[in-house]
């Protein structure tokens, strides 16, 4: 049973959740199911199969993943939620993501708060939530970039995971994001990340004042076909930079960075004693 989507890429804001339930719903009309039944077999309530049919409640990766089994549509849905997913990204996140899932090293700067790919789910959800608290987003954009985070960290858990350096400004240490409890478990992830052999994290303290190399968040990424590219962000977009010699001017500072920014055991107390301060 296939399903085909024709709906066009400036469509996708308006249309993909909508798309997404008429889809859903269609599937199981055509194999005589009712949502009870449909629920039944997703794992999910009937209520839930309601709300999504009509574009009520926002689509998760795994209710994506379980209408793709039950119906048999080799990720058909889930496509559609990946449709969904881009809607609420920054212009040029999605290229980045592509070349992430790709890449056999990574080595990223991380200023104000933690980068992504680090990030606890709270942590994460408390970012999120915070944005539709300012009106930035809605509840359901921001559910979607939960979602997408979480897939974009499988990348850590692959059997052959890439190598990942993180350099952290003090400040991503030093700034409160959500509740205690949720900064706890943060830095609970940071040392549990820290241990792993395949990722180095260290620490810029404040002390390199104007010594600091990057202005703006950073991101380098070898690719498996020996390329290197860029990644970097203004409020407004993401651009994903593959002029080698820019590139390259970019490695260049990073490897400055390493050298100015914590060894890996004094960023580990320093992220511990961080820890230790919020702990009652």
């Not at 809607?87 to 999605?94: D, P, T």
């Not at 990574?106 to 104000?112: H, K, P, S």
């Not at 052959?160 to 478990?185: N, Q, T, W």
């Not at 890996?264 to 004693?273: F, H, P, V």
Request: charged letters at 25%; proline letters at 4%.
């Amino acid at each position: 049973m296939a399903i085909t989507v024709t709906e066009s890429e400036s469509d996708v804001a308006s249309t993909a959740l909508v798309r997404f339930g008429i889809e859903l719903r269609r599937s199981r009309r055509a194999m005589r199911w009712s949502q009870v039944e449909l629920g039944r077999r997703m794992g999910y309530s009937d209520a839930m199969v309601s709300y999504v049919e009509r574009a009520k409640k926002p689509v998760t990766s795994n209710f994506a993943v379980k209408a793709d089994e039950v119906f048999e549509t080799g990720g058909t849905f889930y496509e559609l939620w990946r449709r969904i997913a881009r809607a609420s990204l920054l212009e040029g996140f999605q290229e980045f993501v592509d070349a992430e899932g790709r890449c056999r090293r990574l080595r990223t700067f991380a200023l104000t708060i933690v980068t992504g790919l680090l990030q606890a789910p709270e942590y994460a959800e408390a970012l999120a939530y915070a944005a539709v608290d300012r009106g930035a987003i809605t509840q359901v954009e921001a559910e979607e970039r939960v979602d997408v985070l979480a897939a974009r960290q499988r990348l850590l858990e692959r059997q052959k995971p890439p190598l990942i350096h993180a350099v952290l400004d003090e400040s991503c240490l030093m700034r409160p994001v959500g509740s205690p409890s949720v900064m706890l478990k943060q830095f609970d992830r940071l040392e549990e990340l820290a241990a792993r052999p395949n990722v180095t994290i260290q620490v810029a303290p404040f002390a390199l004042g104007e010594n600091l190399p990057f202005a703006l968040p950073v991101t380098l990424l070898d690719l498996s076909d020996s390329s290197l590219v860029g990644y970097a962000e203004s409020h407004a977009r993401g651009h994903l930079e593959r002029v080698r010699e820019t590139v390259r001017g970019w490695e260049t500072q990073y490897d400055q960075l390493v050298v100015e920014a914590l060894p890996k055991a004094a960023s580990l107390a320093l992220i511990r004693k961080a820890r230790k301060e919020l702990s009652p």
